[in-house]
């Protein structure tokens, strides 16, 4: 999955609506490049590092600011769970694909297309922050 569209950006660029419209494209056609090509393509042992590793984030940034900005139980939260239950179990076999998780991943990335877009740029710069200082966290203990 290309990489480029979840770069983190500052605020003043992020809340450009152009650049805005831009980075939403970038992401729409990353995920779904990863969901025509790569998802229906790897076959069980395959390594998916790059790809698990930005689903993942994608995932988690969705749900962190779906959270933050009180969106509540909404429909997609489910789905994108299991994606990200899916990913993560993925990293942890060291990236190894299991095709049984292409659907569940599939319908994930499906959601967080539809939301993505929709929250505010200081909700996710929020997010991308929390995510940031997690992984901080994580790798010093």
Known sequence: ???????VVPMHVARNPVARAINAAR?????????A???ALLLDGDDAGGDVHTGVHLLTVCLMAMAIAGFGEHDGVPQMQAGQRALI???GRGNKWLQADAPVVDEALLCALDLYPQLDARVVAKAWKKLHEMQLAGARA
Not at 1 to 7: G, I, L, Y
Not at 29 to 35: H, I, K, L, T, Y
Request: positive net charge.
């Open 89 to 91: 179990a993925c990293a």
């Open 27 to 35: 992401l729409r056609d990353a995920v779904n490049e990863f969901r």
């Open 1 to 7: 999955m290309d990489h480029t569209a979840f770069r």
């Open 37 to 39: 090509t790569r998802i």
